[in-house]
């Protein structure tokens, strides 16, 4: 039987998680996958942590040159997160041959050119199915399972975090500051919160599967990116009463001519979309292909055990092909000469304003919007009998820009104390 020797690069939540499940689970890939893997040291400085969960002293190293000239060690999973020191010690263990699987969406959307370029060189194998979407297996799903596609739309709810924020905020009416300090008490979200609220996390994510759907590098600063930092509930509650559920979506779309449109923004959609039921820290991706149609893949995209299973999954397969196996697509720095992304992109509105309960403000405001040829689907007034009103209404597709320059002039009529909220609807 052959056997594989493995080192694991940080023991943290997805390390351990990565380190039981290589463990307990060694007699059953014996038996089903007919290789016996080991793990054959652990980078950890911490290293009661690693005494604790079960590793024998003598394999638990403190540099990453003990790693890498370990001649039992065939494949490194890499699970520090972060750009530094997790690029070096990649670099490192490409450089010396070894195969790398990581789970580090930030390095790997930021450096795969640089990675898949040296892993190249010495035909060690690099895979990433971790590092996107958890324990979902989304990457294989797209590298191995759709190739037969033309893919021209993948919409995803790709962070946790925020979609159990979000979940807390419409079905509990809670504050947006509540929900994160919930969701910080149960360690989805980080004492810094930044990545996942402000949307970084998702663009990390977006910029590797949109580059695998679309064959082609979406470099990260081509994403659009905006947060749910500024979501209310009041805005939540207008959405329910029109049909719509707030989500953080990431959505990829390529309509085959060479325009590729990629963004992460808060999105109402209608409550009978499918991703409309993925809740708390659960996460989904809806695919489109030209010969399969939809498909939706749902499940945990983040914790010990899930990123663990997409993590072993990848060793096994390194394990059991002899062949390394790379991206799909021609890796390289910067999108390919040809592709164009959208940025002045279309979708519904919903607009909250605050105006004065006079005749004529909606008059004035339908007015401004005729003139950017915005046409309005639905409208509601509230707070009958207060001097300032809000009013929402949903708008059909329409431009960015169109709008934004539309809200500029309506923002400036006497009548209107504040334009609120803007936010996009549908996928
Ligand atoms: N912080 C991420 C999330 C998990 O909330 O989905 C790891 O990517």
């Given at each position: 039987m052959k056997t594989v020797g493995v080192a694991i690069l940080g023991l943290g939540v997805v390390g351990g998680g990565t380190y039981k499940i290589l463990t307990e689970h060694r007699e059953f890939y014996r038996r089903t996958q007919n290789v016996d893997i080991s793990v054959e040291c652990v980078l950890e400085l911490n290293r009661q942590r690693a005494l604790d969960l079960g590793?024998?002293?003598?394999?638990?190293?403190?540099?990453?040159a003990e790693v890498v000239s370990n001649?039992?060690?065939?494949i490194v999973v890499e699970?520090?997160?972060?750009?530094e020191p997790a690029r070096t010690f990649v670099l490192a263990a490409l450089h010396s041959g070894k195969t790398v699987v990581t789970s580090n969406k930030e390095l790997f959307c930021k450096h795969w050119f640089e990675l898949e370029k040296a892993a190249k060189r010495t035909n060690a194998g690099l895979y990433f199915e971790?590092?996107?979407?958890?324990?979902?297996?989304i990457i294989r799903t797209l590298v191995?399972?759709?190739?037969a596609n033309v893919v021209n739309n993948l919409t995803g709810i790709i962070n946790g975090t925020t979609n159990y924020i979000l979940t807390r905020m419409t079905k509990e009416g809670l504050d947006y500051r509540d929900a994160l300090k919930d969701a910080q008490a149960l360690g989805?979200?980080?004492?810094?919160p930044t990545a996942d609220v402000e949307g970084y996390d998702a663009t990390y994510k977006l910029s590797i599967l949109a580059s695998l759907a679309f064959h082609t590098k979406v470099p990260l600063d081509k994403i659009y990116r905006e947060g749910?930092?500024?979501?209310?509930k009041q805005d939540i509650a207008y959405g329910e009463e029109l049909g719509y559920v707030l989500k953080l979506l990431a959505i990829g779309k390529n309509d085959g001519q060479g325009e590729i449109e990629v963004r992460v923004h808060p999105a109402f959609i209608r409550k009978?979309?499918?991703?409309?039921?993925?809740?708390?820290s659960f996460n989904a991706v809806f695919l489109k292909g030209d010969c399969v149609g939809d498909i939706m893949l749902y499940g945990r995209g983040a914790g010990a055990l899930p990123t663990g299973s997409a993590i072993v999954s990848d060793v096994i397969y390194a394990a059991t092909h002899s062949d390394s196996k790379y991206a799909t697509f021609k890796n390289t720095?910067?999108?390919?000469?040809?592709v164009r992304f959208v940025s002045d992109f279309k979708s519904r509105y919903y607009i909250r304003f605050t105006a004065k309960d006079r005749p004529g403000v909606l008059a004035k405001v339908a007015g401004i919007f005729a003139k950017y040829n915005i046409s309005i689907i639905d409208l509601i007034q509230k707070g009958?009998?207060?001097e300032n009103i809000p009013i929402i209404l949903i708008t059909h597709e329409t431009g960015e820009l169109s709008v934004h320059r539309a809200l500029e002039k309506i923002a400036a009529?006497?009548?209107?104390?504040?334009?609120?909220s803007v936010i996009r609807v549908g996928d």
């Open positions: 590793v024998e002293e003598s394999r638990i190293c403190s540099n990453i001649p039992s060690v065939d699970v520090i997160g972060g750009v971790a590092s996107c979407v958890g324990g979902v297996p191995d399972g759709m190739q989805y979200a980080e004492k810094d749910i930092t500024e979501i209310s009978d979309h499918p991703l409309a039921s993925v809740n708390d720095q910067q999108a390919e000469k040809g009958e009998g207060m009529l006497d009548d209107v104390v504040e334009v609120n």
